[in-house]
Every structure is written in structure tokens, then in C-alpha cells.
């Protein structure tokens, strides 16, 4: 029963992310005046939703991958030179029907003659008739408009820099949150450091490096622990013989420690043990827990976080790394709960990463995605001239597909593997 609090907790945390993501286009949209048809957070069929008086439905839907910021006109694909033709002559009969009512009224008071009265007044209606005939039937136009009161303006009419604001907003809320998040995680539990656990002692009986157990490493050769991409990777990185810094922390005073890589014969358990590193052994403790902190390490933080995810995204596309170390939705939410179980604090590192994920995800250039559309759009920027609308369509809804199918994949491997 807890593990499935944890389940209902990922899923909640999930769909947070995707609520901040949306409400990144639906803000940027708003203060640009574009014109929201629908918000949704999910896929699927209708759990809620609720229409405001301006015409923008808000709606909860049953799947919960993902969700959309829909616009008027977005997915208009144009129209064919058929329909132009019609809508011609649709606009021709309505001038020429009101070019008849004039007539009519004109030559009222002129002309007493009633069968050519009667005669104009049937030909406008049989005009009417064929205008009428080509609509559906219960076919209810809803024309949306904007805040001075004119007919609003379709998404692919706004001007390309504005589309492209919006478009990037919810990648820039997604960010903006991995920061915010970031700094609570900090202010709440710190960051990870690496503390002294024990010191070993060479043949003569002296330490191999002058720290002592309970010192807490603060920075090697300068560069802060927080912002350190992996401390156990630098340390392996240093070649044997070299001379490192260890700024470390010995019951508040702070002090500086230079070391030496090199050869270690020392005893284990009672049992002879040789390897090449400083000399010590240590544990990760968290610490740093303060307001100050968390202020000064938030954004460096996240922008690690960031460059990270964009890192294994190249590796993945290079072969460097499986595709069964990618998770979907499915096995994303499995592992979130996990790691959640085990501890409370992974809850709030979760945070950051996800909203750093979806960011970095969502400025992809991949069909469907915000990159693509924004590719699209610069296209069009510099060209003067749309791709067109019907490609586009076709491109993102293949796209889509890959993507779907791409997670699915990644979900089956995961649980089967």
C-alpha cells in the first residue's frame, strides 16, 4: 500500500512537470494576444473540463503522458485551391446579394413594375440556397475574438517571433522551475560531500595524507563540490604521481591539504591490501543545508543538471549509451517511486532533474517536439514564406508516432531486460 503512494506521488510529480511545461506557452501566448482554444494536461478522453467565458476549455484527460496548449488556427493545414474558389464565390454572393438588396430598395420607390420585384427578390434567395447547400448540416461557426473585440488572429498568422516566444515558453518555465527546485532541494538538504571515514597509514607509520576522519572535502584544487560534475570521476581522472588541493572542513575551520596520488600498501581487515589513490577512505554525507547555500549554488546546479541530460542525449544518439538505460513514462514513474521509497530526499532531487529533462527534451529538433516547430518557424522567418502547413502536419504527426512507439519500446525493454 506505501508503494503505491509512492506511484500515485510519481505520477502526481509527473504531471506537475507537465502542468509548469504548458503553463510556459499558455502565459507567453496570453501576454503576445494569441487566442487559447484549449488546455489540457493528458491525452485521451475528457476526465474534466470547464469552458471560461472567453472560449478557452480547460481539460484533465485520462492519459497522463504528456499534455498541450492548443491555439487557434495551429493546426489549420491550409486551404486547397478548391476551397479558395469556393470561399470566392461564397464572399462574390454575398456581395452581389447585398449589392441586390440595394437595388431592390433603390428601385422600390422608382420602379412600381411587381413582377420584376418579385423577380429580384427570388433570385436573391436562390442565391442564398446555393450558398448554404455546400455547409453541414447543424454546422455552428464559432468566431473567437480578441480583447479590442475583432476577429482573433489564427496561430499562423501571428508574426514568427512572437510563435517563437510561445514556442519557447514552456521550455523556459520547465527551467525556470529546475532552478526554483534546485534551490529548495539545497535549502532543504544540502549537497552532496565526500567525509573522511578513515586515514591509511604507510610502513613507517605515517598517514599517507594529512587529513584526518570527520573532515568534510569541500573543493578540489578550487572547484567546489557542489558544482563538480562527479568527484569520483575526477579523482580517477588524476594520473598517479600528481598533487591535488583538498580544501576540506575540520570542525569549522577550513583548511588546505595538497596530496599526492600514488601507491598504497596498507592492511584491510587484516589483510594486505595495495591500490593507487590518496590514501583515505570516505563517505557521502550532505551538508550545506543553508539559505545562503542554496542561493549561490541553484543556478550553477541546474546548469550542470542540464548540460548533463543534453550529454547522455549525444550519447545516446553515438551508441555510447544503451537504449535500455532510457526510461519511458511508464518505467520513469516505476523508478521515481523507488528511489522515492528509499528515500524521502531523492523526492526533492527528483524535481530539479525531471524539469531539467523535460527542457532540455522539448528543444530538441525532433518532429513534434517545440524544436521542431521552432526550426519550422525560423524557415519561414527567413524565407518569407510558410513550409507547407499540410507537410508540416504529416511530419509532426510521424513524429509523434516514432516517439510514442520510441517510449513504448523503451518501456517493454525496461521491464523485460
Known amino acids: 500500500m506505501e508503494y503505491f503512494g509512492y506511484i500515485v506521488l510519481s505520477l502526481v510529480i509527473l504531471l506537475l512537470m507537465v502542468l509548469i511545461h504548458e503553463l510556459g506557452h499558455y502565459t507567453a501566448a ?8 484549449e488546455f489540457s494536461i493528458g491525452f485521451g478522453p475528457k476526465i474534466f473540463s470547464r469552458r471560461r467565458k472567453n472560449g478557452e476549455l480547460f481539460s484533465l484527460r485520462m492519459l497522463p503522458l504528456g499534455g498541450y496548449c492548443a491555439f ?13 474558389e469556393n470561399g470566392n464565390t461564397a464572399i462574390s454572393a454575398d ?7 440595394n437595388a431592390s430598395k433603390n428601385t422600390e420607390s422608382k420602379d412600381d413594375d411587381l413582377l420584376s420585384y418579385v423577380m429580384r427578390e427570388r433570385e436573391a434567395e436562390n442565391k442564398i440556397s446555393t450558398q448554404t447547400t455546400n455547409q453541414k448540416p447543424n454546422e455552428e461557426k464559432v468566431v473567437r475574438l480578441d480583447k479590442n473585440g475583432n476577429p482573433a488572429k489564427m496561430f499562423t498568422e501571428q508574426k514568427p517571433w512572437k510563435r517563437i516566444i510561445v514556442l519557447l515558453g514552456g521550455v523556459v518555465f520547465n527551467f525556470l522551475s529546475a532552478i526554483v527546485f534546485s534551490l529548495i532541494y539545497i535549502w532543504s538538504v544540502g549537497y552532496a560531500a565526500p567525509v573522511i571515514d578513515d586515514v591509511y597509514i604507510d610502513p613507517d607509520g605515517n598517514p599517507y595524507v594529512e587529513m584526518q576522519k570527520g573532515d568534510i572535502v569541500l573543493a578540489v584544487d578550487g572547484i567546489d563540490i557542489s558544482v563538480m560534475d562527479s568527484y569520483s570521476d575526477l579523482a580517477s581522472g588524476i594520473a598517479e604521481g600528481q598533487s591535488v588541493t583538498f580544501t576540506v572542513d575540520r570542525n569549522g575551520e577550513i583548511l588546505n591539504i595538497t596530496a599526492k596520488k600514488q601507491s598504497i600498501a596498507t592492511v584491510v581487515d587484516g589483510k594486505p591490501t595495495s591500490y ?32 548533463s541530460i543534453l550529454g547522455s542525449f549525444g550519447q545516446l544518439i553515438t551508441g555510447k549509451v544503451p537504449i535500455t538505460s532510457v526510461s519511458g513514462p511508464i518505467s520513469s514513474v516505476k523508478l521515481m517511486a523507488d528511489v522515492s521509497i528509499a528515500d524521502w530526499r531523492n523526492i526533492l532531487i527528483l524535481l530539479p532533474l525531471l524539469a531539467s529533462n523535460l527542457a532540455m527534451f522539448n528543444i530538441l529538433p525532433f518532429p513534434a517536439l517545440d524544436g521542431a516547430q521552432i526550426v519550422f518557424t525560423v524557415i519561414e522567418w527567413i524565407r518569407k514564406k510558410p513550409i507547407n502547413r499540410k507537410v508540416q502536419g504529416i511530419v509532426n504527426f510521424v513524429g509523434l508516432a516514432v516517439l510514442l512507439l520510441f517510449v513504448l519500446i523503451v518501456d517493454i525493454l525496461s521491464f523485460a531486460l
Do not use: H, M, Q
Not at 496570453?30 to 482554444?37: M, N, S
Not at 456581395?95 to 438588396?101: E, G, P, Q, S
Not at 549561490?296 to 546548469?303: A, D, L, M, R, S
Open 30 to 37: 496570453k501576454i503576445l494576444g494569441f487566442t487559447v482554444e
Open 72 to 84: 487557434l488556427g495551429e493546426t489549420d493545414d491550409g486551404e486547397d485551391d478548391e476551397e479558395k
Open 95 to 101: 456581395r452581389d446579394i447585398a449589392k441586390t438588396d
Open 276 to 307: 593507487v589513490g590518496f590514501g583515505y577512505v570516505s563517505r557521502t554525507a550532505f551538508i550545506g543545508n543553508t539559505a545562503g547555500n542554496a542561493f549561490k549554488f541553484c543556478v550553477p546546479y541546474t546548469f550542470k543538471l542540464s548540460w
